[in-house]
């Protein structure tokens, strides 16, 4: 079955270390997002791609980073995690053009903690 | 800003009740309208989504939404509720900014169905 695949589903590092969380889809869409969802809120948008062509949230912090090597592969770096961003990790993925708006296909999520 | 509400965070219902869940937007452009259904530890799944055409759309398991754009709303309903249908609900806004179209997600609501 075509899918959004993450891993790992759980992830624990320490409070400033290095952490890269990857996802990989077999829907071969041009757009890959991620997101990052905390507990009892809504997922938010932090970046996506379209190809290779990169768009970052205004609010993202610097902290976080995506590489896109291929259309299969898309990795969320998080360069020095602090407490407040442990959370729910979500990569999603949608055919066509961002501006299109169609549905997007979510992947099971990575947990991360950070300790 | 644009910004999605769901209007109740959780929900007990019991067997067979019927079901609606309120979901309002806040945007004045061309929306499209999901609705996403995150069952126990899985992930995101779309329900119904609505781009055009008959306000009325139907989705699996018996799901329908209904888009009042008036309102700006677009409440999620199912007339006999089951068991498994216990689960998290996320509406969802497809909505152009920046150049491209990007997801607003409502904070959930959490519906739980006991037999």
């Known amino acids: 079955d075509a899918m959004v695949i993450q891993n790992p589903r759980y992830q624990v590092t320490q409070f400033g270390k290095p952490v890269t969380l990857s996802c990989s889809q077999t829907?071969?869409?041009?757009?890959m997002y991620w997101y990052q969802q905390k507990s009892s809120q809504a997922p938010k948008l932090l970046f996506h791609y379209y190809d290779k062509d990169f768009n970052n949230e205004a609010d993202t912090p610097d902290n976080f980073q995506s590489r896109r090597p291929n259309t299969s592969f898309c990795f969320l770096d998080i360069r020095s995690p602090g407490l407040g961003d442990a959370a729910m990790y979500l990569c999603?993925?949608?055919?066509?053009?961002?501006?299109?708006?169609?549905?997007?296909?979510f992947g099971p999520g990575t947990r991360l903690t950070v300790t | 800003a644009q910004s999605v509400s769901q209007h109740n965070h959780h929900v007990i219902l019991s067997e067979a009740a019927s079901l609606e869940l309120g979901c309002n937007y806040s945007?004045?452009?061309?929306?499209?309208l999901f609705w996403y259904v995150q069952y126990p530890g899985q992930h995101l799944q779309l329900l119904l989504k609505y781009f055009s055409g008959d306000p009325l759309v139907k989705g699996i398991k018996g799901f329908e939404a209904e888009f009042i754009k008036s309102k700006f709303s677009f409440n999620l309903r199912k007339p006999s509720v089951q068991w498994s249908d216990t689960a998290e609900y996320f509406c969802a806004v497809n909505a152009h900014s920046g150049g491209y179209n990007k997801l607003i997600f409502g904070a959930g609501t959490r519906l739980a169905v006991h037999p």
């Open positions: 999603a993925t949608s055919r066509g053009r961002p501006t299109t708006g169609y549905e997007q296909y």
């Open positions: 945007y004045g452009g061309t929306v499209n």
């Open positions: 829907l071969n869409h041009n757009v």
